[in-house]
Nanobody, 123 residues
């Protein structure tokens, strides 16, 4: 397994930006596709973005397309989520996750999860 630690969350006004980071340790980072998910109070955890092993391919939820960008630096064992034009409805705990098989939207395909970082967007 790989251990994941998210950082970069915080409070931001609507229209602002944040960049989340997720640092990985343990097994070789290049062996994992990575995903970002979020969970708002009272709601199911939902897919936000995914990125392939080498970083060439990405996948986004419709709700964040054009506003969020995920990238990875395999030399630093880190994946990023750049969030622009934030909206109050983006408020949630954001989790990064690792998968040996997919960078798609299915939670079940991700076997390792971080502890999450809170993002709050004020109106």
């Amino acid at each position: 397994q790989v251990q994941l630690v998210e950082s970069g969350g915080g409070l931001v006004q609507a229209g602002g930006s944040l960049r989340l980071s997720c640092a990985a340790s343990g097994r070789a980072f290049i062996n994992y596709a990575m995903g970002w998910f979020r969970q708002a109070p009272g709601k199911e955890r939902e897919f936000v973005a995914g990125i392939s092993w080498g970083g060439r391919n990405t996948n986004y939820a419709d709700s964040v397309k054009g506003r969020f960008t995920t990238s990875r630096d395999n030399a630093k064992n880190t994946v990023y989520l750049q969030m622009n034009s934030l909206k109050p409805e983006d408020t949630a705990i954001y989790y990064c996750a690792a998968s040996s098989s997919s960078y798609g939207s299915r939670r079940a395909e991700f076997g390792s999860w971080g502890q999450g970082t809170q993002v709050t967007v004020s109106s």
